[in-house]
């Protein structure tokens, strides 16, 4: 059964950047999504790219850019369907009220000529969906309950291909106690591997750790925008970042771009101005 919008057309969203979409994508992880996935592209890490909870699409719209041919950039959300669980339901209803489909859907449309797959629904049927190790980089930012992020990173573990890397929202979030106890008990009980963290996200791999983190820490030690150290846990040296300083990389571009309300500038101003007022 189709589940109508509660976007009417005229109110579709026409984002001119990608400040104007709304939602949560901090600079440092723009930075840490463009590595690795630049990384895998110059290795020629081939792989699908998946995303678990898009809200409005800002995360998407960014990972869209690294979407090689004959690959398939797949994203699954409820929208504004019933997530069919009485504490899903009332989480998604106080956080996400005005989530809907079409207005993530033009969202990305302004960046990028092709929507993704589009799968509505709870996240638990991704693994019905895409195929076993047909994916590099999984990103989770669905459901904040424990029971549905443990199982998210369980399908992120069992879709994710060699050296894939997967990267879980709102861990350290005081509001969101299970996402911490999940992604810390992936770490301790499944062998997922800690590369770095920061405010919102962990990033870490079942695959190879040495390459990626020697590979990571070179990469941080060139920038001069914000801080990072190493402290050992779980018998690897994971990064702590804090990138409140981070400049941004290079961003997706919009089909309304020109659209924008330009900045109006102000002039130098007429040198006999403050004598003229001053003799009033």
Sequence with gaps: ??????????????????????????????????????????????????????????SAIFMGQYLEEKETFTVCDLFDSPAGDLANDKEMNKSYSSLTRTAFEANYQAFHDELPEVVQGPSHVITSLVAPGSCRFVHVDASHLYEHVHGDIEASRELLGEDGIVVLDDFRAEHCPGVAAATWGAVATTGLKPLCITATKFYGTW?????????????????GDFWHGAEEVAGHSMIRIDGKKAKRPAQPVSRYESTAPAVPTQGPRPKGLLRSLLGR
């Design 1 to 58: 059964m189709q589940h109508e919008s509660h976007t009417a057309p005229a109110e579709l969203p026409r984002p001119a950047a990608l400040d104007d979409v709304k939602g949560w994508f901090h600079n440092i992880d723009q930075v840490l999504f463009d590595w690795f996935l630049s990384r895998q592209r110059a290795l020629g890490q081939g792989g699908d790219l998946l995303e678990l909870g898009v809200y409005l699409g800002k």
């Design 207 to 223: 695959g190879s750790f040495e390459p990626v983190r020697t590979e990571l820490g070179a990469m941080l030690a060139g920038r």
